[in-house]
């Protein structure tokens, strides 16, 4: 089996799809180890953590997104 590389984590310069999960990691006081050793140097507690609150938040989103929609909706035909 080869090592694990731990890479740095550069806050600045983040994929999309990794802002979310930095944004998490800071909130949880993780951001300063992620950005030292990467990803992987966090344990699979931190990171299961971060995963709940990744798919939390993405699901807290969709429900906005369908209130929105649901709003909308009833604005453009209102029952009478």
């Not at 979310?20 to 992987?40: P, Q, T």
């Not at 299961?48 to 939390?56: K, M, P, Q, V």
Request: proline content about 5%; hydrophobic content about 30%.
């Amino acid at each position: 089996m080869g090592k694990k590389k731990q890479e740095p984590v550069d806050p600045n310069n983040l994929k999309p799809e990794d802002m979310l999960k930095f944004e998490i990691a800071a909130e949880l006081g993780l951001a300063d180890k992620v950005v030292a050793g990467g990803w992987r140097c966090l344990t699979a507690k931190e990171s299961g953590r971060i995963g709940g609150l990744i798919t939390r938040k993405k699901r807290e989103m969709a429900g906005q997104k369908g209130k929105n929609q649901t709003l909308k909706d009833e604005k453009k035909d209102p029952i009478i």
